[in-house]
């Protein structure tokens, strides 16, 4: 089966710019996750979709990021306005149900100049 | 800080033994996972273990769970070059949707 796609790979703006991202999961799992990675450390839940509805997005910075799953499929999350530290690599997964074995995409490395 | 903790950097030689180590803080995590990240790629399921269990063996691979100290190990056998990469140790509640995360142990292998 095809595995998560997400896209553009590489993403480098200014500060203050906004910038998306996007991803297609795993054909049939309902489950869609974003995670940010910061350089040096583990991933960061950021939300959590089941379906087209938001599970938990406790730790998503609501004031700057956005994220939407309206038909149940792929996915994007938007960062407007962008800020330095966003500098990260995002990672999107999915599964076929929570808390189950989840599979990542190859990220988007993002840099925020 | 982490919840999950991990040694940063673990070197080895090739047909050596790596073993690689993380302790967790929540003791009612009911699953624990060990990922594989290579350079540019997104993060790969190696195994995981549910908490109820003490050891799993998948060929090269054997994951040993000590629940009262709450400490997690990943043993590879016979290391070769392309193990090399960060390996991280996650963990999650059976109530709750966050899996989190250790900062990762980077494999070294050398020939």
């Known amino acids: 089966e095809a595995g998560v796609a997400q896209s553009p790979r590489y993403k480098i703006i200014e500060k203050r710019q906004s910038v998306a991202f996007w991803c297609n999961p795993i054909?049939?799992?309902?489950?869609l996750y974003w995670y940010q990675q910061i350089l040096g450390q583990g991933p960061k839940l950021l939300i959590q979709?089941?379906?087209?509805?938001?599970?938990?997005d406790s730790q998503l910075p609501k004031d700057r990021f956005s994220a939407e799953r309206l038909k149940g499929v792929d996915s994007t999350l938007k960062i407007q306005p962008a800020k330095l530290e966003d500098s990260a690599v995002y990672l999107c997964?999915?599964?076929?149900?929570?808390?189950?074995?989840?599979?990542f995409g190859p990220g988007t490395r993002l840099t925020v100049l | 800080g982490e919840d999950v903790e991990q040694s940063l950097f673990l070197s080895v030689r090739e047909g050596d033994s790596s073993v690689i180590n993380c302790t967790y803080t929540?003791?009612?995590?009911?699953?624990l996972y060990w990922y594989k990240q290579e350079p540019g790629a997104g993060l790969q399921l190696l195994t995981y273990?549910?908490?109820?269990?003490d050891m799993k063996q998948d060929q090269r691979l054997t994951v040993l769970l000590n629940k009262k100290d709450k400490h997690l190990s990943l043993r590879i056998a016979d290391t070769q070059t392309g193990d090399s990469a960060i390996y991280f140790c996650?963990?999650?509640?059976?109530?709750?949707?966050?899996?989190?995360f250790g900062a990762g142990t980077r494999l070294t292998v050398k020939p």
């Open positions: 997964a999915s599964s076929r149900v929570r808390n189950y074995e989840q599979f």
């Open positions: 054909s049939g799992h309902a489950t």
């Open positions: 979709f089941q379906n087209n509805g938001v599970v938990d």
């Open positions: 929540d003791s009612s995590s009911t699953y």
């Open positions: 273990i549910f908490s109820n269990m």
């Open positions: 996650a963990e999650t509640l059976y109530n709750n949707n966050d899996m989190r």
